[in-house]
C-alpha cells in the first residue's frame, strides 16, 4: 500500500463513522478539520472520497450492516485510526495526530492508552449484550415486535383508519390519507428507522434498484389485512414511500357513481380507451371496473401490463393474462410487442408514460385490439397536449392523426369531498365523433370542452355537468361544487 493509499485509508474509516444524515457536524466536524491538513490530502481528492463513503452511507444494505454491527464510540474509532496512522506516519507522528484530536474531542488520552493496552477478543455474547443496549439507548419512533414487521403494523393501522394512503417521510411522523385529508400520526421517523422498516420487506434486486438512485414501484400483500401498492424514493439524500391501499373487490358502475355511457365503451372491439386524472383520483379503479365487465360478458384474452399488478382478475368468460414489469417482463414496450403473437383481444397498459408506449399502443389499437390505458392528465384537451408533448416537433402532425383515428373515448376524473366526509367521483366523457378527431387533428384542444357539451345527447359530460348533478343530488355542498367547478357557478 502506498503512503497516498493509507492515508486515504485512514479518512475512509474517520468518515465511514462519523458521518451522520449524510453530513458532519460537532465535534466530530472539528477533528475532521484537524485531521485533514495532517493526512495532506488534495481538496479535490478530498470531495471524491466524502462522495464514494456518502453513497455507501445512503446504500439500504449498507445502513442494515451498520445497524446490526451498532455504533462505534469515539475511542474505538480512534482506536482503529491508530493503527492506520501507523502506516504512513512514525509513531511519534502518529501520537501527536491522535493528541491533536483526542483535545479537539475532548477526550482524555490516556483513555485511548488503556483502550490499546486493554484491547483483545472480546466475548461475542458480551459484543450482542454491548450492541443490543447501545440499541436500546437510542430513541425510536417504530419499536418492533418480536417477529412482526415495523411495515405491517402501519398498514394495518391504515385499513382501520379507513386511509387510502400511508406516506413515510423522515424526520416527520407516519401520515395517513383519509378521505383525501393528510393526517400524522405519532413521532417522527428517523432515518434510521426509516431505513430498517423498508430493509424489511424488500428483496435484493430491489435494494440494488433503489441504491442505483431509481425509484421503487412494487406490490405487497399482508394477509388478512389486504394489497398494496408501494413507491419507494430519494428525497433530499433521504428514503421515503407511499402506500396506496388496493381495495379486494372490484366496484360495479353504480357504485363508482360513472356516467350511464360509460359501460357502453366494454361493446367496443378496438381502439383505444384512455383513463386519466391526478395521482389517487380513481383511474385504477375505473379501468378494473371497465375490465370486469368486459371478462363477464366476452370470450377472450385479457392481457394486463402493470408496473406494478394491481387488481387481480380472476378467469370468468375470459382467459386473464397478468404480466408485472421488472418482475415478468422489462417494460410496457416489451410487453406490447409481445401482445401480437399472444392472441389478444384486450390489452391494459397500466399507465403510458413516454413515445415509445405511447406509438406501441397506438399500433395495437389499429391491429383491432382494444386498448385501455391511464395517463397523468387532468381532462380531454390536456390529455391530447400530453400526448403530443411526447414527440419532437416534426412528429406531432402524424401523431395528431393517428391518435385522433384511434382513440375511442377519453374519460377524465378527479375525486372531491362528499356530504358524508369521504369523496366522490366528478367526471369528464369525451367520445370521440367526427367533430371531436376534426378538432385533435388540427390542433384546437381549446374548442374540446365546447364540443363536450355538445355532444351531451351522446352520452358525453363535462366536469362542470357532473358536478351540477352531484349538487342536484345531494352529493356534494354548493361551496364544494363552486371551487370545483371551471367557472364557479
Not at 413515510?168 to 393528510?182: A, F, K
Not at 387488481?311 to 410496457?332: A, C
Request: hydrophobic share 40%.
Amino acid at each position: 500500500m502506498s503512503l497516498g493509499e493509507a492515508r486515504e485509508k485512514v479518512l475512509r474509516t474517520f468518515l465511514r463513522e462519523i458521518l451522520k444524515d449524510g453530513k458532519v457536524d460537532g465535534f466530530e466536524e472539528s477533528a475532521l478539520k484537524s485531521l485533514l491538513p495532517l493526512l495532506k490530502i488534495p481538496q479535490e481528492r478530498y470531495d471524491k472520497i466524502y462522495q464514494e463513503v456518502y453513497h455507501h452511507y445512503m446504500n439500504v444494505e449498507s445502513h442494515e450492516g451498520r445497524e446490526a454491527e451498532g455504533p462505534m464510540d469515539m475511542v474505538s474509532l480512534l482506536h482503529t485510526v491508530r493503527s492506520q496512522l501507523m502506516e504512513s506516519f512514525s509513531e511519534e507522528q502518529t501520537q501527536a495526530i491522535l493528541e491533536r484530536i483526542c483535545q479537539t474531542l475532548e477526550i482524555v488520552p490516556s483513555d485511548l492508552e488503556r483502550r490499546s493496552r486493554d484491547s483483545k477478543p472480546e466475548d461475542s455474547s458480551k459484543v450482542s449484550e454491548r450492541r443490543v443496549s447501545a440499541s436500546a439507548g437510542s430513541s425510536t419512533a417504530v419499536p418492533k415486535k418480536k417477529g412482526s414487521r415495523v411495515i405491517d403494523g402501519f398498514l394495518s393501522k391504515m385499513v382501520k383508519k379507513e386511509a387510502s394512503d400511508l406516506h413515510l417521510q423522515v424526520n416527520y411522523p407516519v401520515t395517513y390519507r383519509v378521505h383525501g385529508e393528510l393526517r400524522p400520526d405519532g413521532a417522527p421517523i428517523s432515518r434510521k428507522d426509516m431505513v430498517s422498516l423498508l430493509g424489511e420487506i424488500l428483496s435484493s434486486s430491489q435494494k440494488r434498484l433503489l441504491n442505483q438512485g431509481e425509484e421503487l414501484d412494487f406490490a405487497y400483500e399482508l394477509p388478512g389485512v389486504g394489497r398494496f401498492r408501494g413507491n419507494i424514493f430519494l428525497q433530499s439524500g433521504q428514503f421515503g414511500a407511499v402506500f396506496r391501499l388496493i381495495p379486494e373487490t372490484i366496484c360495479t358502475f353504480e357504485e363508482i357513481f360513472a356516467p350511464q355511457a360509460l359501460p357502453d365503451l366494454c361493446e367496443l372491439n378496438h381502439g383505444l380507451i384512455l383513463v386519466t386524472g391526478p395521482t389517487g383520483s380513481g383511474k385504477s379503479t375505473t379501468i378494473a371496473t371497465l375490465l370486469d365487465r368486459i371478462n363477464l360478458q366476452r370470450e377472450g384474452h385479457i392481457l394486463t401490463l402493470e408496473d406494478p399488478i394491481e387488481f387481480v382478475h380472476k378467469n370468468k368468460k375470459s382467459l386473464i393474462t397478468h404480466k408485472e414489469i421488472g418482475r415478468d417482463i422489462p417494460s410496457f414496450q416489451a410487453g406490447l410487442h409481445g401482445a401480437y403473437v399472444q392472441n389478444v383481444d384486450v390489452v391494459l397498459v397500466g399507465e403510458i408514460r413516454d413515445a415509445g408506449t405511447m406509438i406501441s399502443t397506438l399500433d395495437l389499437a389499429e391491429a383491432g385490439v382494444l386498448v385501455l390505458a391511464t395517463l397523468h392528465s387532468l381532462d380531454a384537451a390536456n390529455t391530447v397536449k400530453r400526448v403530443v408533448s411526447f414527440f419532437d416537433e416534426e412528429a406531432r402532425s402524424m401523431i395528431r392523426a393517428r391518435f385522433a383515428q384511434n382513440v375511442q373515448a377519453i374519460v377524465s376524473m378527479k375525486l372531491l369531498p362528499d356530504m358524508n366526509q369521504s369523496r366522490v367521483a366528478a367526471w369528464e366523457l369525451a367520445l370521440l365523433n367526427s367533430a371531436m378527431r376534426n378538432l385533435i387533428k388540427d390542433g384546437r384542444e381549446h374548442q374540446i370542452e365546447s364540443c363536450i357539451e355538445q355532444g351531451k345527447k351522446e352520452g358525453m359530460k363535462t366536469f362542470d355537468m357532473s358536478i351540477r348533478e352531484l349538487m342536484a343530488h345531494g352529493r356534494i355542498s354548493k361551496q364544494i361544487a363552486q371551487t370545483y367547478m371551471s367557472r364557479g357557478k
